[in-house]
């Protein structure tokens, strides 16, 4: 698993999108091998991977939205998992 710093600015990779999916009434990551469907947090997550925000600042963001101070491994955790599977990119 890749270790993040907190200056990394993460966005979602071109071979990647994010899609509402009506049927199933659930937020989806779809890449061309397949499907991610996505929980509530995740999703608020990778809308902030806009390759603009540091990992830093999506912590702080979401730490005040959801106020959680915790929030930092897991969000670390998700975006290192993602990029492991290329479907997040990250410049330093």
Known sequence: MNTLADTAK???????RLKW???REKN???????V????GTAHEVLT?????RSIAQ???TLSQRFNNQGIGDDVKNLLSRLMDK???????
């Not at 993460?10 to 990647?16: D, E, F, G, V």
């Not at 902030?48 to 603009?52: F, M, S």
Request: charged residues 20%; glycine residues 8%; negative net charge.
């Open 58 to 60: 999506i912590i702080e």
């Open 21 to 23: 999916d009506a049927a």
């Open 86 to 92: 290329g479907l997040i990119i990250v410049a330093e």
């Open 10 to 16: 993460p966005r979602i990779a071109p071979k990647a």
């Open 28 to 34: 989806l990551l779809l890449y061309p091998e397949g």
């Open 36 to 39: 991610l469907v996505l929980n």
């Open 48 to 52: 902030l991977c806009d390759g603009e």
